[in-house]
């Protein structure tokens, strides 16, 4: 029978409907009665020594919280709560007009000592209830208890209402010894005192560690999940790439260019998805370099040996150097016939230095003819043109260098790091 | 191992790494250059048969899921520092290579090397030269170069000389040994001894520079 379960809705306190903690609204549903209806019953249990209060403790400590729904409950409206207040303490004054103080009598005093007890109890337990921690601890990661004291809000909502609790519950404690002991007994008072704090120290005794536990439970919980979110990240990364890429490559077995560039390109991004801080090219000296020897490789079926020392920050004549150490690598990559070019640059505190080096055929730069502006436009001119020199160093059969320097200006220096 | 050839002796070579694969295929392409003596794929391995086999050089790959060979490296460098560590490894991480390094490596290179340049690697680390790949320049370079101005606790250990300076840019820069050579008029062997230094500088030094940076990039 399955559909049981689903005749009548579960005894949970209410979420939605709640003005103190949602007992009466879950009783109502769950009876299906008007939720004003069961508050009126408990302010009219209010004056039998206080049986509302006792029942409203234990439901409190007992219901679940209904289950979290999609939209957020809305606020409480403690305005609600306002004329059962009302009604309850003139019922109380009823009580006492008609009957006078005596006639609450020791064993009502008790009752509503008594009651009291279990509503500080209650709040404690319910304060306590880890489903209630999760909620204010998920909004805060690291410390919660030093969140319970320092963060707004909820937490210091939670403290006062655990303190509050305290002090209900030792005050019913105290009462109820005060009200058996023999009275005008001034130790008794005393006695009391020490009753409630023995008691309030075993709610700490066996709240503590349970608190404890679960906070640790809740971060490894927590660990475990970011984990599994890295993991998953992990898992996506090598179902989109290097999945992908291998089965290119086993299609493209006879292909050797083919076979090297795509290994490449997955070797290039598996690195830097692993080990490299990403940075706009745009933005940073390094990372443009990187950029571009990454252009090339791709373009050319080419290695780039790529080491920056330092970084700084672009600007436009950052961003020549960066152009000419491309084009550099271009004729490397299309005349030295080599498979590996090495790009070396460095940023010291008064000037850039790029090379770019192969060790493949080479040239005797004497004999560049006059229109060929590779060399000459694209990496001379234009380091001359921001302020920099270049220097080709090659001799036929002993590989090529390529040498760029661009004077740093003083403040746009960074070097390393830097503060923007 | 009898002095059959006394200046082309076989060297003995011991590969650690976790991948079978990957050691078949060291296997085969050295083999022609060197012997290789013995493999293992765990640490505690590497440690019981590195100590039997004794050889000339150990190839040793960084990330292994017990340790890795940072714990290899810890066990081995006190009782047997006859033998000579070469990291091989698919990271070129700074914080594997530097670490490495520090821990008594002598050299480092990625995985991605050819067969020649490896057997040349193994034959340098064996002469009791150090290996530095271009981006492990790179690394030394940038660590060192990162804070010039700070203060110095011990300037001498410390502090690279502007010769070893340029010896690493140079190699940073893709020259080999005798390139540099060439290019600083000093002799091979000149060169040799930089590195050496260099590299006794990066294991000896406890530059909290160098922590420093590795922190400020979140390397450790």
């Known amino acids: 029978m399955v559909t049981v379960g689903t005749q009548q809705p579960r005894l949970t306190r209410s979420r939605d409907q709640r003005v103190v903690a949602g007992v009466a609204s879950g009783l109502a549903r769950h009876l299906g009665i008007p939720v004003v209806r069961v508050r009126i019953a408990f302010v009219v249990l209010l004056p039998l020594s206080g049986l509302a209060l006792l029942l409203y403790a234990a439901f409190w400590a007992v219901l679940p919280l209904q289950e979290r729904t999609a939209e957020e409950p809305p606020r409480r409206n403690f305005m609600h709560l306002l004329p059962f207040v009302a009604i309850g303490l003139g019922l109380l004054l009823v009580q006492t007009l008609a009957f006078g103080f005596g006639a609450l009598g020791v064993t009502g005093l008790a009752g509503w000592l008594v009651a009291i007890i279990a509503v500080g109890a209650g709040v404690i337990w319910h304060e306590s209830d880890p489903e209630r921690r999760r909620q204010w601890s998920e909004t805060l990661p690291r410390v919660p208890w030093l969140g319970a004291v320092v963060d707004e809000s909820d937490r210091r909502a939670f403290l006062l209402r655990f303190i509050g609790g305290g002090v209900l519950v030792s005050v019913g404690i105290i009462g109820v010894v005060a009200v058996y002991s023999p009275a005008e007994n001034f130790g008794a008072v005393i006695n009391g005192i020490i009753f409630a704090l023995v008691g309030l120290a075993g709610v700490a005794v066996v709240a503590g560690p349970v608190l404890w536990r679960t906070y640790n439970q809740l971060r490894t919980e927590r660990e475990g999940r970011i984990r599994e979110t890295e993991r998953a990240e992990l898992a996506a990364m090598v179902h989109d790439q290097v999945l992908h890429t291998l089965a290119l490559i086993q299609r493209n077995a006879g292909d050797v260019k083919a076979v090297q560039r795509l290994a490449r390109g997955q070797e290039r991004s598996l690195r830097n998805w692993l080990y490299r801080p990403v940075a706009s090219p745009n933005e940073r000296f390094a990372a443009a370099l990187e950029q571009v020897a990454a252009e090339v490789e791709d373009t050319y079926a080419i290695t780039v040996e790529t080491v920056v020392v330092g970084d700084r920050q672009t600007d436009e004549r950052v961003g020549a150097l960066v152009a000419a150490a491309r084009e550099a690598l271009v004729n490397a990559a299309r005349h030295a016939k080599v498979q590996t070019v090495s790009l070396y640059a460095e940023v010291e505190p008064d000037q850039l230095s790029v090379f770019v080096r192969d060790r493949g055929a080479g040239f005797d730069p004497s004999t560049v003819e006059d229109h060929r502006h590779g060399v000459r436009g694209s990496i001379i001119g234009r380091m001359q043109r921001h302020g920099g020199r270049a220097k080709i160093i090659s001799e036929p059969g002993d590989g090529t260098e390529v040498r760029l320097f661009l004077p740093a200006t003083r403040e746009s220096v960074t070097t390393g790091k830097d503060a923007s | ?220």
Do not use: C
């Open chain 2, 1 to 220: 191992m009898s002095d059959e050839q006394t200046e082309q002796r076989r060297l003995r070579v011991f590969l650690v790494d976790d991948h079978a694969m990957f050691r078949a295929g060291v296997r085969a392409e050295l083999g022609v250059h060197v012997d290789v003596v013995g493999e293992a794929s765990t640490v505690s391995e590497a440690v019981t048969r590195i100590a039997a086999m004794e050889p000339d050089v150990v190839l040793l790959d960084v990330h292994m899921p017990d340790g890795g060979g940072r714990a290899v490296l810890d066990a081995m460098r006190r009782s047997h520092p006859q033998v000579r560590f070469l990291a091989l490894s698919v990271s070129d991480a700074a914080e594997d290579v530097i670490g490495l390094i520090r821990a008594g490596a002598r050299g480092y290179v990625t995985k991605t090397i050819s067969p020649d340049e490896l057997a040349a690697a193994i034959r340098r680390v064996a002469e009791g030269d150090a290996v530095f790949s271009p981006r492990l320049a790179g690394f030394v370079l940038d660590a060192f170069a990162a804070r010039p101005d700070a203060p110095m606790a011990d300037p001498e250990l410390d502090q690279l000389t502007n010769r070893e300076r340029e010896v690493l840019r140079l190699l940073a820069r893709g020259y080999a040994y005798k390139e540099i050579a060439k290019e600083l008029f000093i002799s091979i062997k000149t060169v040799e001894t930089h590195v050496s230094n260099v590299l006794r500088k990066l294991q000896m030094s406890n530059r909290y520079e160098l922590s420093r940076w590795a922190a400020d990039r979140r390397l450790v």
